[in-house]
Every structure is written in structure tokens, then in C-alpha cells.
């Protein structure tokens, strides 16, 4: 199956990311975070790697880290309210939960006594989130841990610790190798260093990649190095000149046409531009095809996260 690797901005230190979608319809895509669709209204059919699931109100999907899942577009009326979180938050304790089913209806829920835990999780983000009071990123993320945990120990009978659902040795080598991208951007890197790391052929790295970021090599790599771009210029501590060279360009003619390429303006005008923020924000997004953001029938909505 061909999916996008999806990358994430987050508004804090705490990576936990928040929003509710009316008629939210979604492409296969797969990212690194641990992902939470809790059904407030109607129905939503997803299909995973291992599975295809349909939920209701009241019902939770759960979405492990590295898992391919798309909705089916178009057949879906709904509200849906997502948690999507560094799976680092619940690694010090335990790695993904390896659910013997991404569906967690309202009754399995109920059975779990998970239900005020999730209405709790649910106000709890909502609330910190609105008024955004000293220590809330904190006192989410505490909330969130309390949940996992519980429903670790109160679900165990849904659990499959022999066998997690995920091809994790594959996910993890590949995804070592995306950090590895934004930790060198700067570096002389090409396709055939790619394959090398992953200690695959040229030809097949290639493929391998496009399927996993709905990106090729070169795009991606210009991807970072053009956000990278964008946050030095912001500073305002380097001349365009210097700021091409430290984000891997040899000769400032590249670096301006790859610049214009994802911004559609030159390095001297972005200096210019008021919000600079949007543009860093689409540039990776505008390296594969648009997603949840930018979805024709969006609607965010403000809930009080009462369940």
C-alpha cells in the first residue's frame, strides 16, 4: 500500500497534538506518534495494516505508532475528536499498547471502566488547551499517561503482547533513518547514501521511499533543508548567503530556486512577510500530497470534551 510519511508541528515542549473534524475523511498516511480518534457523532470506517474497522458514537480508535490507516472518503458523517502523541511519553513504561484490535467500542470501554478515565482525558484537554493556565501542557500529558496506563492494566485481556500488530523492526529502521535526514540536512547526502544506510539497492531504496513519505529522496531532503532555511532567516543572525551554505546548498543560484520552489517567493521577500509561521508550517506538507489540514470538508469545532 502506498502512504505518505506524515510530520507534525507541535505549539509546545509536550508533543501531544489536538483537534476535532466534522466529516474528516483522510488518505493512507502512517507517522511515528501514537494516534486516538474518539467518535463524538456518527460512524468512521478506517483501514489498517492489519485490519478494517468501523466505530460508532461513543467508540475509540486506536493507532499505533508506524501503522499505515486511512478512512473510507466520502461515506463518513461524524464527528471526530483526535489525540495523536510522541509515543516517548509511554515509552519509559511500556512500548505501544499491541491491541488485538484498533476498536475499543462504547461497551468495551464501559467493561474496562475506561469511560470517565476517557471523559476525564477528554475535558482535561479541552479545558488546558481553552485557557492555557501555567503547567497545562504538563498537567495533559500527566492525563494522558494516566489513561494509557489504565488502559493497559484494565484492557490486558485485548492485549496481544506476543505479536504486535506492527512490522516495528521496519518502521524503526526506516524511520532512523528520516531522524538521520534531520540530523545531517546540511550534509552531502544522496540517493545512494540512502540505500547504503539502510543496506538496500539503489533502485529499491527509491521505491521503498516514495511509498513511505509519498516523496522522492531529493524532495524530501530539499524539504527540510528549506524549513531549516526559513527558522535561520527568522533569527536574523545570518546573511542568505551563509544560511544557504549551512543548509547543505553549494552556490546561493540553487538555493534561491529551490527556495522559491516550496515558498513561491525569494529569501528576501520572505524576510518581508508578516506570518512567516504558515510557511514553515506547509513546507514539509507541500513535499507529499495534503492532508488532514487542508481536507475541502474541514470543519474544527470547540467542544466542551464532555463524552
Same mark, same amino acid.
Given at each position: 500500500?502506498? #502512504?505518505?510519511?506524515? &510530520?507534525?508541528? @507541535? +505549539?509546545?515542549?509536550? $508533543?501531544?497534538?489536538?483537534?476535532?473534524?466534522?466529516?474528516? *475523511?483522510?488518505?493512507?498516511?502512517?507517522?511515528?506518534?501514537?494516534?486516538?480518534?474518539?467518535?463524538?457523532?456518527?460512524?468512521?470506517?478506517?483501514?489498517?495494516?492489519?485490519?478494517?474497522?468501523?466505530?460508532?458514537?461513543?467508540?475509540?480508535?486506536?493507532?499505533?505508532?508506524?501503522?499505515?490507516?486511512?478512512?473510507?472518503?466520502?461515506?463518513?458523517?461524524?464527528?471526530?475528536?483526535?489525540?495523536?502523541?510522541?509515543?516517548?511519553?509511554?515509552?519509559?513504561?511500556?512500548?505501544?499498547?499491541?491491541?488485538?484490535?484498533?476498536?475499543?467500542?462504547?461497551?468495551?470501554?464501559?467493561?474496562?471502566?475506561?469511560?470517565?478515565?476517557?471523559? #476525564?482525558?477528554?475535558? &482535561?484537554?479541552? @479545558? +488546558?488547551?481553552?485557557? $492555557?493556565?501555567?503547567?497545562?501542557?504538563?498537567?495533559?500529558? *500527566?492525563?494522558?499517561?494516566?489513561?494509557?496506563?489504565?488502559?493497559?492494566?484494565?484492557?490486558?485481556?485485548?492485549?496481544?503482547?506476543?505479536?504486535?500488530?506492527?512490522?516495528?523492526?521496519?518502521?524503526?529502521?526506516?524511520?532512523?533513518?528520516?531522524?538521520?535526514?534531520?540530523?545531517?540536512?546540511?550534509?552531502?547526502?544522496?540517493?545512494?547514501?540512502?540505500?547504503?544506510?539502510?543496506?538496500?539497492?539503489?533502485?529499491?531504496?527509491?521505491?521503498?521511499?516514495?511509498?513511505?513519505?509519498?516523496?522522492?529522496?531529493?524532495?524530501?531532503?530539499?524539504?527540510?533543508?528549506?524549513?531549516?532555511?526559513?527558522?535561520?532567516?527568522?533569527?536574523?543572525?545570518?546573511?542568505?548567503?551563509?544560511?544557504?551554505?549551512?543548509?547543505?546548498?553549494?552556490?546561493?543560484?540553487?538555493?534561491?530556486?529551490?527556495?522559491?520552489?516550496?515558498?513561491?517567493?525569494?529569501?528576501?521577500?520572505?524576510?518581508?512577510?508578516?506570518?512567516?509561521?504558515?510557511?514553515?508550517?506547509?513546507?514539509?506538507?507541500?513535499?507529499?500530497?495534503?492532508?488532514?489540514?487542508?481536507?475541502?470538508?474541514?470543519?474544527?469545532?470547540?467542544?466542551?470534551?464532555?463524552?
Amino acid at each position: 500500500m502506498k #502512504a505518505f510519511y506524515e &510530520t507534525r508541528q @507541535y +505549539e509546545s515542549h509536550v $508533543k501531544i497534538w489536538h483537534r476535532v473534524y466534522r466529516n474528516l *475523511a483522510f488518505v493512507p498516511h502512517w507517522h511515528t506518534e501514537i494516534e486516538m480518534i474518539y467518535i463524538r457523532e456518527g460512524a468512521l470506517e478506517v483501514t489498517l495494516e492489519s485490519e478494517s474497522v468501523r466505530g460508532t458514537k461513543g467508540d475509540l480508535i486506536i493507532v499505533e505508532s508506524g501503522e499505515i490507516h486511512y478512512s473510507n472518503i466520502g461515506k463518513n458523517t461524524n464527528v471526530l475528536e483526535f489525540i495523536i502523541f510522541d509515543p516517548a511519553i509511554i515509552n519509559s513504561i511500556f512500548k505501544g499498547f499491541n491491541l488485538k484490535t484498533a476498536l475499543l467500542t462504547k461497551n468495551t470501554l464501559k467493561k474496562s471502566q475506561l469511560t470517565k478515565h476517557l471523559q #476525564a482525558l477528554l475535558y &482535561t484537554i479541552n @479545558y +488546558e488547551v481553552k485557557y $492555557k493556565n501555567k503547567f497545562y501542557d504538563e498537567i495533559i500529558e *500527566a492525563e494522558l499517561r494516566k489513561f494509557c496506563l489504565l488502559l493497559k492494566r484494565n484492557a490486558a485481556y485485548l492485549i496481544n503482547d506476543d505479536q504486535p500488530k506492527c512490522q516495528r523492526d521496519r518502521i524503526d529502521e526506516f524511520q532512523s533513518f528520516l531522524d538521520y535526514l534531520e540530523r545531517n540536512y546540511s550534509e552531502d547526502i544522496s540517493l545512494s547514501d540512502g540505500a547504503n544506510y539502510l543496506n538496500l539497492n539503489t533502485s529499491y531504496f527509491s521505491t521503498l521511499f516514495k511509498d513511505y513519505t509519498g516523496s522522492t529522496f531529493v524532495r524530501y531532503l530539499n524539504a527540510i533543508r528549506i524549513e531549516k532555511a526559513l527558522e535561520y532567516i527568522q533569527k536574523k543572525e545570518q546573511s542568505i548567503i551563509e544560511i544557504a551554505y549551512d543548509c547543505g546548498y553549494n552556490n546561493i543560484r540553487s538555493f534561491n530556486r529551490v527556495f522559491k520552489e516550496f515558498t513561491g517567493i525569494a529569501p528576501s521577500q520572505f524576510m518581508k512577510v508578516a506570518n512567516q509561521d504558515e510557511y514553515i508550517y506547509k513546507i514539509r506538507k507541500s513535499a507529499h500530497i495534503e492532508h488532514t489540514e487542508e481536507f475541502e470538508n474541514k470543519t474544527i469545532l470547540n467542544l466542551n470534551g464532555s463524552v
